[in-house]
Nanobody, 122 residues
Framework: QVQLVESGGGLVQAGGSLRLSCAAS????????MGWFRQAPGKERDFVAA????????SYADSVKGRFTISRDNAKNTVYLQMNSLRPEDTAVYYC???????????????WGQGTQVTVSS
């Protein structure tokens, strides 16, 4: 089984930055696109960003464009989410996942991490 472990979450003031990491087990990591999602209490899990197998193509939710950057280091089996200019609305649990389908729907992702809490204070 593939296992994903997120880290790097915490409490940050509005306007600050945070870098999340997702470490994956197994050598199958290089062969799959990866994505980040987030979920606030009482809300649905929303797409944040995705990256292709090589790292040369990325996509972002409109709410984070220009502020967040997804990247990956296949040699380290790790995907990152650099978050800048954070806002209170970014507060959520952030999850990384492995993509197997053609869309950004959560149903297109088969393995999920446990999540890491990001809290942005004003």
């Amino acid at each position: 089984q593939v296992q994903l472990v997120e880290s790097g979450g915490g409490l940050v003031q509005a306007g600050g930055s945070l870098r999340l990491s997702c470490a994956a087990s197994g050598r199958t990591f290089n062969g799959y696109p990866m994505g980040w999602f987030r979920q606030a209490p009482g809300k649905e899990r929303d797409f944040v960003a995705a990256i292709n197998r090589s790292g040369g193509s990325t996509s972002y939710a409109d709410s984070v464009k220009g502020r967040f950057t997804i990247s990956r280091d296949n040699a380290k089996n790790t995907v990152y989410l650099q978050m800048n200019s954070l806002r209170p609305e970014d507060t959520a649990v952030y999850y990384c996942a492995r993509r197997t389908g053609p869309t950004n729907s959560p149903s297109a992702y088969d393995y999920w991490g446990q999540g890491t809490q990001v809290t942005v204070s004003s």
